[in-house]
């Protein structure tokens, strides 16, 4: 690692602050940005902590039956205390492992947006709400390619709402080596529609499959989807799997996900 | 530099760190406290397993300066008061649960915060518990084996030594 | 009953209170007082001409000691292979030079080319940033088929070509297996790849050199298998130290399967920058940097064919293999895909004709050297698979082909040049099928059906060379060392001991196993007994620890250093006891006079051996002390018979394992809670092999599998809790434990039954899959189903 200095802010206004300096960079849980640092990959001056704002972390109910995570809530504090909405839990208490989630946090899952990280599923296929320091982002503008979002230099994932749909479920299946996602689908069955978004499997991050919603939304069955294909054009081709492997996965696990969604 | 002062294994100590220290060097170098192990740079491995403020965290992946305050726990303060080894350190030895013992440490560390939160695993919990502890020596067989009958399970139905 | 103490007992390991406390000391653990650390500045290409290395900002950064490149090393030996082979033309494999730090051209991506020495690693770190090294960057030559074409690339631009060495085995019967194979009623072919594996040890390798100026003393402290063996390549052959110089000390060492026996240029950079720093120079490997540093293993192309006869019975076997050695040669290297793989190849099969054909490639990868097993998973993996499939294409059961081809009769020379002493291949298939419950493979599948997986079972048999090897036979195939071990028994006035061994345990349980062994003999108490290994300056020239040898050849030592102890003592007691010596029994600790109800304890005459007061002076010296250099007389022959039951998910080609049975024959068992620990530990990384594992590079030869993000370690939810049997016991004749070894059974006899069952499974259900290569990965899986 290059050196740097660690600040740590008790408040979201200090931790603003404090990223407007030179080459200042939001530390969230580190779970990936420290390993990031360990190859060099990044030289920070300054790295600011988020874990110690009081206002960020923790979860509550909105007065429009959203479910409000702040930005620097533990994915054990989510798995433990989300349980209003089921999948989001069990997505929760499925990254990584133990000792990653008591350390990794939401905001700093989606201001990553790792390509096969879990979370950027659960937040589009929700239609969550990004909430940042200056603004409100709906998910569908946030994900932009894999490691873009729509965050501006320095800005901060304070809070994350998500509307809590009727049944919902996120299937992985695991890359064995990372144990990120190969390819995980989030199921959301709200009553004006399904939304399903897509991990791990593309080029471009992730995505929704919106044939798929289409026909979800009118027959909330895994046999719903029989006669839709993925196509395996800009899939992800690996070590792991080709691409029309990940095309095949991504609707067999959206199958399973329906089928389990509570 | 920044002053930093925790607690560890109920001791009170301090140190001055770069802001780039990881809590796991801090522990080993400052400490000497040398049972925690570095057997990756991917936070995968989990041979630097302890415990922050009651939770199993990667020393690895955990900036010193974030354990400002903290009260940590690492494998050299798990044994008994009277030196003697803890529920979990004796299943460890009485089912050869180790061989090496390079990962020991973080399967030990992790063990505990399994238990803490669940006292009665079953075995698939226990195996998908230790995804982020990578042993290469005993094929784990021993290991989940120990850690049930730490729980207090009856182990014997389960084959070999 | 089961004993609980002596040969046959399991006594709790006593290292385990160590690390079990965090109170291992590991030789990361080890700091040296003024110690500077060293960083390796490594080649990011695969292949190029290094132009120019200049370190002169790098030297001015901050707490920089010294830069080293190439050129500071040229009058410094080469790091050496210890076998040299002899190809079927009768010439000598071509040897490359392997410089410390690269001098002409970079070979692989991570060959080192610069090290920088400074205060601290991050000022190390920092300065090797600062280095600006010009590169002229060759094509490179990843794929052995390709290495091999005429006007290849040349790894080595100062031989012929990039083959090492084309080998044949048993030359003499090529043209006779050839005839075999063609008057055969059947032959089944197989083309298989034995994927590329990396050892990892969950420690790291580290080194720390450290050198003192007023007794030209170096002390290398290193994470070895083997203490002597660095010190002998690195003395004499690299940097030319003579042993009375040289301490190495191998302290706790976590794992070490096989990558931690050879010499690395790593510790002799250590050693030799300690000196030219004028203070101790400390390494510790990152786990990125061992990927691409620790010697890999595996990775063999191979095709092989196996005649029957109209009856099924086996009558010729050939295979044609090429093994990588990657772009230098390690220090067993070369005798992997040889000796240790060809002289296998009949399994534990009556074949009557076998030719082996070799071709060892240089490559632009990482130096490919023995892991775990060492030639035989590779022998073994491609035998059992061929029967399998030819078990397929004639329709018989494949445990019916094996039962009918088993060698029964022993000693048994094999057409391979080697010969068995014991064994017995029904019984442990017997014991597989009544531990495995075979029978009930047929419900279980039904079973699985209902939830909609495939079930497969697979079954294989293994054999394998163990415990190397007569030192004169291994010398005629181009050995160059010894492969004897040595212990010393050294009783202390009291009657306690401390029994010095040239073995090295990093998992193994010397220390609590060894000392059954000498308690049984004496009949006193264990923990009377330590065992000392791990240091140059400690203990007697022994070998180390690899290839399942610690009891079959330095535990061997020992019981032959504890008979003289024994002659000695019974010599003393004797005097003491105013009899003859012949009279004299020992037993549970004490010596009594035949016939009598005379008798002394062991205690009183350890006491006069070192308080001779009352001793034969004349005759025998004070003191009981002795040590004994074994050579064993031949290898042994573990073998046994494995069972993999999986399931595959049609829908995704998951493989599952379910159930995993082990039935070893490891001659006698001295501590089976050890044993069983051993065979766990194989069977998890025989199956990570076969269903995880893989080291890629690509066609440009970076490494795509450079850490365990992308390398897939078997964790704790990839295996099943295993049933493992060694009640089946043929004790190897030669040795006087008639152990045979278990360190390397389970990664040797597991990969073809996992592959086994998958195929079976799959063919379960109709898909004409005769193989897939590993690791059997959901997605390769999943194409064998869906294109095949």
Redo the contacts between chains.
Sequence with gaps: ???FEIERPSTIADAAKALKGDDAQALSGGQTLIPTL???LAAPETLVSLTDIPEMVGICDGDDGSLCIGGATTHAAVAAGAGRYAGLAALAANIGDPAVRNRGTIGGSLANNDPSACYPSAALASGATIITNTREIAADDYFQGMFETALNEGEIVTEVRFPVPEASHYEK?VQ????FA?VGVFVAKFADGVRVAVTGASEGGVHRWTAAEESLSANFSADALTDLTVPADGLIG?????PE?RA??VK?MTGRAVNAAF | MAQVSMTVNGKAVSGEVEG?MLLVNFL?EDLK??????????S??G?CVVHVNGEAVKACTMFAAEADGADVA???G??NADGS?NVI?QA???H?G????????GM?MSAAALLNDNPNPT??E???Y??G?????????????AIMAAAGQDVTS???? | MPKDSGIGA?P??R????????????T??INVHGQAYVHFVRSEMAHAVIKSVDTTAAEAMPGIVRVFTGADFEAVGSIPCGWQITDRHGEPMQEPRHAVLAQDKVRHVGDPYAAVVADTY?QA??AAEAIEADFDELPAVVDMKEAAKEGSTKVHDDLTSNLCYDWGFVEENRDAVDAALKASEHVTTLELVNNRLIA?????RVAVGEYTGHDEQYTLHTTSQNPHLIRLLMGAFVLGIPEHKLRVVAP????G?GTKIFHYAEEAFCTFAAKACGRPVKWTS???EAFMSDAHGRDHVTTIELGMDKDNNFTALRTNTFANMGAYLSTFSSSVPTWLHGTLMAGNYKTPLIYVNVKAMFTNTVPVDAYRGAGRPEATFQLERVIDKAASERDVDPIALRRQNFITEFPYATPVAVEYDTGDYPATMDKLEELGDLAGFDARRAESAKRGKLRGLGVNCYIEACGIAPSNLVGQLGARAGLYDAATVRVNATGSISVMVGAHS????HETAFPQVVADMIGIDESQIDIVHGDTSKIPFGMGTYGSRSLAVCGSAMVRATEKIINKAKKIAAHLLEASADDIELKDGQFSVTGTDKSVAWGDVTLAAYVPHNYPLEDIEPGLEETAFYDPANFTYPAGAYACEVEVDP????VTIERFTAADDFGNIIN???V??QV??????GIGQA??E?C?YDADGQL??G?????????????P????DHSCQTPCTHNPLGVKGCGEA?AIGSPPSVVNAVCDALRSAGHDVTHIDMPL???KV??AMNNG
């Design positions: 690692m290059y050196a360990k190859a060099r299946f064995p080596a990372s144990r190969l690996d070590l792991h799997g080709t492997y095949h996965l067999v | 780039r080993r406290l040398t049972g925690t192990h570095v057997g990756c740079d991917t995968q491995c041979a690492t494998i050299e798990q044994a080894l350190q460890f030895q009485d050869h180790l061989q090496c013992g390079f990962c020991t440490p030990v075995e698939h226990i195996r998908a230790l995804e502890n990578i042993c290469r020596c005993t094929g784990y067989h021993n290991i989940v084996k389960i084959a070999a030594e | 399991s709790k390991r290292e385990d209170l160590r690390f079990l406390t965090g109170q291992g000391r590991y990361d653990d991050a770190l920092d990892n040890p969950m420690e790291p706790d060492v976590g794992g399967f990152s786990r990125s990093h998992g193994q349980g829908d995704t080609g998951k089976p809670m050890i069983s620990g766990h530990g194989g069977l998890a990384q269903l995880l893989n890629a795509l599998s850490s365990y993000m992308d390398y897939a370690m078997p964790r704790a939810d990839d295996v809790f295993y049933d493992v389970g990965t959901p997605s999943w194409s």
